[in-house]
């Protein structure tokens, strides 16, 4: 159940794209999300150990998010035995305001 904040999004920006990368030696699941909504990216997902998992948002009929106030997009991890190595790695297409 740990959430960490991978990256910050200022108001008025807008996601476009998003890719997350997760290699590690534990088992579970993990959602992409955000404050407002923890899986608004990529919904709950199985992670395997040993096994790297590339998940993208690339899905059905997603329309750009833009946020109204400052946030962060976050990965919320639910792993069955805590691993001892691992990484996640997430990219960001993002709109910024004024550009």
Excluded at 1 to 25: E, H, R, T, W
Excluded at 28 to 36: A, E, F, H, Q, Y
Excluded at 51 to 75: E, H, W
Excluded at 86 to 91: F, S, T, V
């Amino acid at each position: 159940g740990d959430v960490i904040q991978m990256i910050k999004v200022p108001a008025n920006a807008k996601v476009k794209d998003l890719y997350v990368s997760y290699l590690s030696n534990g088992q579970g699941s993990m959602v992409v999300g955000d404050g407002g909504d923890t899986d608004r990216y990529i919904p709950a997902t199985a992670i395997s150990s040993g096994a790297a998992t590339a998940l993208t948002r690339l899905q059905g009929a997603y329309v750009p998010y833009t946020y109204s106030v400052d946030d962060t997009i976050d990965v919320t991890v639910s792993t069955s035995a805590n691993p001892s190595t691992g990484a996640i790695y997430m990219e960001a297409i993002i709109e910024y305001p004024g550009t």
